[in-house]
T-cell receptor, first 111, second 117 residues
């Protein structure tokens, strides 16, 4: 089983739609969680950290369910510029600063 | 946010040659930098952790003699791919942890696309 699992997509949605991505992780000792965004042939960029209480940043909302080892990202009112691959990232087994990346979920926002 | 640069952005080299990639933290000090590799349609895979002033820690399956890492200062880490072969063609990305930042937040360089012919 992969340490971090995501549905690869692609998800094709119309502009203005609300879309949600899910991610599961296998290491119950994982402590930190993030969503990164990666554009084609570019480096990943931090979108937001994910906190147990859930957190929101503009049109983006992240949720964490530690009991189910499940992370989600919700994008409201999607824009064409949101088209990218969204990476679910957790800190590695044993903690520390090593990050484990999911394979990413590809989002395509269309007119 | 913190800025990390990489050089070169892309490189094409012949099989058997060595290629050096530089990773710099431009506006902060980084005692720890990480080197990743990403093949097409795959996730980033951590290759090694680069520690300033000490030897790098390599992940299982990564040959330390093939991927030489040097972290000589708090702002620079280098990765040298020695005797490169076509299967080493990949997107190499470094990241750095800001000492003054959160414990697990990392900032990524723009990546280096290596093509070995």
């Amino acid at each position: 089983r992969k340490e971090v699992e995501q549905d690869p997509g692609p998800f094709n949605v119309p502009e203005g739609a609300t879309v949600a991505f899910n991610c599961t992780y296998s290491n119950s000792a994982s402590q930190s969680f993030f969503w990164y965004r990666q554009d084609c042939r570019k480096e990943p960029k931090l979108l937001m950290s994910v906190y147990s209480s859930g957190n929101e940043d503009g049109r983006f909302t992240a949720q964490l369910n530690r009991a189910s080892q499940y992370i989600s990202l919700l994008i409201r009112d999607s824009k064409l510029s949101d088209s990218a691959t969204y990476l679910c990232v957790v800190n590695r087994r044993g903690g520390g600063n090593k990050l484990t990346f999911g394979t990413g979920t590809q989002l395509k926002v269309e007119l | 946010g913190a800025v990390v640069s990489q050089h070169p952005s892309w490189v094409i080299c012949k099989s058997g040659t060595s290629v050096k990639i530089e990773c710099r933290s431009l506006d902060f000090q980084a005692t720890t930098m990480f080197w990743y590799r990403q093949f097409p349609k795959q996730s980033l895979m951590l290759m090694a952790t680069s520690n300033e002033g000490s030897k790098a820690t390599y992940e299982q399956g990564v040959e330390k003699d093939k991927f030489l890492i040097n972290h000589a200062s708090l702002t620079l880490s280098t990765l040298t791919v020695t005797s490169a072969h076509p299967e080493d063609s990949s997107f190499y990305i470094c990241s750095a942890r800001n000492l003054a930042g959160g414990a697990y937040e990392q900032y990524f360089g723009p990546g280096t696309r290596l093509t070995v012919t």
